[in-house]
């Protein structure tokens, strides 16, 4: 790892803008007056310190949440009951990024078998519905909605914890959700963040409802029930969340796969013109996969999840990267900047064309291989953005919202999960007396009957949250996530970037500006024909020094400062070290979260 005294350039990085950093907010006082950070004993004053504890550990989005974690810990529950246990508690608490009517994907370090375990928990398309049906129902539109019936996919997130729990579980399913059904039905304060998010959420559905008619008296009735989004600090009520996590708790996955639960979603659904069954709701399952892995250099791996996750999209950055010395550079120059966009557009590219559900079409094993990357990183000028990169060659062989976690316990099991409703909280439609919304995760079916993610019945759609993991020496040291669509493997790789090449600490890699270049072809398009937007734009946070957004926009880039920090993610981190088992956790500043141990 590079010596510490590397921070002393990437300054320019803080989220807390200095002078002559950021683009004015008309009407703001001018920059030179603003106040900035103050100072601290050790480390970047941007940034605060990593949480450092023994026994335990955990981070997520919300304080609560990770409250509940340590608790589930310390009543003998293992990493994933607490994952389970804060993931439940997200959903209640963090509705505007997951829930049970959404999908999940983790990695599981076991350390009883020194092995990476990966789990696919997402949902499929109706078994009695084709392509031609399904264009049918959407007339004239060439893409799939992001509210209403028809983007609607199978929650998987439920019958995932019942796998990862039936295999690691300790503690009993109604104890391991005991704490969020007592929130719902006892309320807890709303955190500022979300609060935010559920007011954009209000504003986006009835913004939506103008043009694409759906249900949404039983969302409003949940979380908007006085015309408003609830404001921080408000005490907000689930109690048909409470009843639903109760019967899951007591009955278990049947219940809400095949039982009254089920009942009830497919009842609904079909009263909005969905074609699903309770048969395809009964025949939902998990699948557990195996992580690949991707050497970076100074022996840190990174580790990530098959398609129809977009995972692999990382190794392949990853692959690129490893070509350049990005340390040569500071971490806000217009080089390093220039690289790790260029490396994100070549990956996506191959995202477009071949990530898919594995199921219906293969993947290009040629595609993680340490000379596809060398090939791809020899495709990059230096100096200037290229226009347009289409997909590789390789041979065959046979504005999303989201919420990460990570837990870790006192033996050593080490989870990393993110689960998501997709767009916003999802695509509008909250069944009847059930208090969660259905995921949107449809939507991102291509309709191009060629695509390898072309709809087709009983299907998965191309996914985008993805959980990392990081090891180190060939030992597992990491669990990594950031939420965020299309940012999600960029910024895997962003904070791999400050780690290895920056030598940030897990608080500082969180924290620094990043970068999100979104655009360019998508999973969604037709094959063939001109990409809608082949350059896309490079949007950045204001800590990314002024000369360098100028001098990339020289190069042939397009890019936009953004101040809000909504479109770059949010991450969590807890680091293991091998030796002594000191955990070390970091959340950041961009979320309300918290990472706490004990």
Known sequence: MKPYTLLAGIAALALAATG?????????????????????????????????????????????????????????????????????????????????GGDLFAIVYDPATDKLHGINGSGRSPSGQTLAQLRAKLGDAEALPPVGPLPVTIPGT?????????????????????????????????????????????????????????????????????????????????????????????????????????????????????????????????EWVDPACALYRDGYELCELPPNSQGFAALQMVNILKHVDLAQWERGSPEAIHYITEAKRLAYADVARFYADPDFAALPAELLSEEYGRERFALIDPARATPEFGPGEPKLEGEGDTTYLTVVDGE?????????????????????????????????????????????????????IIPAFVKKDGKPWMTLGLMGGGMQPQGHVQVLINLVDYGMNLQEAGDASRINHDGGRQPTEP??????????????????????????????????????????????????????????????MRKDGQASGY
Do not use: C
């Not at 926009?553 to 030796?579: L, S, T």
């Open 20 to 100: 002559g950093q950021a683009q004015e907010t008309p009407g703001a006082r001018p920059i030179e007056q603003q106040i900035g950070a103050g100072g601290r004993p050790v480390g970047a004053n941007w940034s605060r310190s990593p949480v450092i504890a023994e026994h335990g550990m955990a981070a997520t989005a919300h304080p609560l949440a990770t409250q509940i974690a340590l608790d589930i810990l310390k009543a003998g529950g293992s990493a994933v009951d607490a994952a389970i246990a804060a993931n439940a508690a997200l959903g209640l608490m963090e509705p505007t990024g997951n829930g049970i």
């Open 158 to 286: 439920v019958d995932a914890w019942f796998a990862m729990h039936e295999r690691f579980g300790k503690l009993p399913m109604s104890d391991v959700l005991a704490p969020t059904v007592r929130y719902a039905r006892e309320g807890h304060p709303v955190a500022p963040v979300i609060a935010m998010y559920l007011e954009r959420s209000l504003r986006s559905f009835e913004a939506r409802q103008q043009t694409i008619p759906f249900d949404f008296t039983n969302a409003r009735a949940t979380w908007f029930a006085d015309g408003s989004a609830p404001e921080a600090g408000e005490i907000f009520h689930n109690p048909d969340l409470a009843a639903t996590l109760e019967t899951i708790g007591r009955e278990g996955r049947d219940a809400f796969y095949e039982g009254e639960l089920a009942q009830v979603m497919v009842d609904y659904l079909q009263a909005q013109g969905s074609a699903y069954t309770l048969a395809d709701f009964a025949a939902h399952d998990s």
């Open 412 to 464: 050593g099991m080490m989870v990393s999960l993110i689960q998501s409703n997709y767009r916003g909280m999802g695509g509008g439609l909250t069944p009847d007396g059930l208090g969660f919304m259905f995921q949107d995760r449809g939507e991102l079916y291509s309709l191009d009957p060629a695509h390898p993610n072309a709809y087709e019945p009983n299907k998965r759609p191309f996914q985008t």
């Open 527 to 588: 094959l063939t024909g001109p990409s809608a937007d082949p350059l896309g734009t490079l949007f950045v946070e204001p800590g990314i020094p002024a000369a360098t957004v100028e001098r990339l926009r020289a190069m042939g880039h397009k890019v936009e400062v953004i101040d809000d920090g909504i479109m770059f993610g949010g991450y969590q981190a807890i680091a293991r070290d091998p030796e002594t088992g000191v955990l070390t956790g970091a959340t950041e």
